[in-house]
């Protein structure tokens, strides 16, 4: 549902523009709104869950962000649009925040690394709101559009929503964090890279604690730092993939949306497949893996001299992607619960709104071709910082590296 309402505003945002009359600089201010009332949230929706639980946040949070669906279509001046937004964005960061803290409970307590199944749901929820969006387009205005939404979006809440509450997870696993760490599964367990003993049967977890809460917080940022560079190249890709295709390789209308068709597609494959990567190679390979694919299928779509490359190379991007936030938050989850999600999904979801006008202005000093390849150099990074936050400082597998 959250994938869904995302996308229908986002495919809808040329009618509102052009009904409120904004001018693309205008349009563009009023867009943040989205971004502040998002992260805004995030710094608070940690101690929110705490507080109330993730479930409750949970419900409260979805069919808010359903009803403020409807602000944007209502709109009639560029300042209504960007207050309207903030309102959106505040619905949108609280129940991100809050789905990923009761996941990172729901995969320990089931003892296996499901985390990425649950982000490939927002993906395919995305890829249905983007589909239906366009195809109502056509006949539907903002308004009306975004009033069946919103309605689709309150039925799910009320039906989901009391399963959520009237199943709570064992006493072991609420609020975020666990009691005690699971042991192996009946495979046993493997050891991967770094300092994770990664078990067959359930989430990874480190093999041996932080040096007190300053070591914690060094790896929550570290894996913060991850989620943002991966974001920041969904964000890229999703604003301007097509524009790249259409401006840079000459491709019709048709084909340049087919660079996010396939972008998203393999992302949300490459989600699906996430838990058995994870109990195969672990956290840190899958973060691994995942920068150095981005790196490579990057290059690829920003460089290539012939569409059919570019369209490859999108999708080797969506699959590099994939699965570094889901991983990233559940690793946080496991050593900071909600505060420490909150935190992380702050970074990571930056990178996802905030992205996308950095690379405009970089476009303008060194063309689009070369700013979508700042892309490649977060990936770099982030395999990078995977390997960091593999080694929590203080540790004796540390020590004696």
Known sequence: MDGFVFASWAVRIPAVKAAVGASPATLGMALLGVSAGAIATMTLAGALCRRFGSARVIVIAAPWLSLALILPALARSALALGLGLVVFGIGYGGLNVAMNSLAVDLVAAVRRPVMPSFHAAWSLGGLAGAALGGLAAPALGPLAHFSLVCAAGLLVTVACGRVILRAPLPVAYAGGQRQEAPGPGPGGGTTGPGDERDVPNGPAVPAAAPAGRAGVWRTVLLLGVIAL????????????????????????????????????????????????????????????????????????????????????????????????????????????????????STLGYAGFLLGPPAIGFLATAVGLRGALTTVCLLAIVAVALARAASRPAGTKAACRR
């Open 229 to 344: 560079c991966s974001t920041y190249g969904e964000g890229a890709v999703s604003d301007w993939g097509a524009l790249h295709l259409r401006a840079d390789l000459g491709a019709a209308p048709g084909l340049a949306a087919a660079g996010y068709a396939a972008f998203a597609l393999a992302e949300a494959c490459g989600r699906l497949a996430g838990t058995a990567l994870l109990a195969r190679l672990g956290q840190t390979r899958v973060l691994v893996l995942g920068g150095l694919v981005t790196s490579a299928g990057m290059t690829a779509a920003a460089l290539a001299p012939a569409l059919p490359l570019a369209l490859a190379g999108f999708a080797l991007a969506g699959l590099g992607v994939a699965n570094a936030f889901p991983t990233a938050m559940a690793r946080v989850g496991v050593l900071a619960g909600p505060n420490g999600v909150a935190a992380a």
